[in-house]
């Protein structure tokens, strides 16, 4: 939770983002899902589980609920550069490309 809409500046309230991620999510909690238009929270990995909202496509990640579809486009997570760096990772055996989070 932001620390503007109340939110804690303490670690329990913190996760770790890269910094396009940090600015693009700045301080909303939802997201619109693509499919139906509706506004969702955002993916919380404290409250969720990865593997039930996305799913590998090669170096894609595929939204398997409204939460996952709507995190995907609102942080670009299969941006051309994200995919190349992803294929990159895979050369150096460095892409979990499973169930596993992306890292």
Not at 49 to 65: A, C, K, M, N, P
Request: glycine residues 10%; charged residues 20%; negative net charge.
């Amino acid at each position: 939770m932001p620390t503007s809409l109340g939110g804690l500046d303490e670690v329990d309230n913190l996760a770790w983002a890269c910094p396009a991620c940090n600015l693009s999510k700045s301080d909303r909690v939802e997201a619109h899902d693509p499919l139906s238009g509706d506004a969702v929270g955002l993916f919380s990995p404290r409250q969720l589980t990865w593997r039930d909202h996305f799913e590998w496509s090669g170096y894609q990640l595929v939204g398997r609920t409204p939460v996952g579809r709507a995190l995907i486009p609102f942080l670009d997570l299969n941006s051309a550069k994200r995919l190349a760096i992803r294929g990159n990772e895979d050369l150096l055996g460095y892409f979990a490309g499973s169930d596993d989070p992306p890292v």
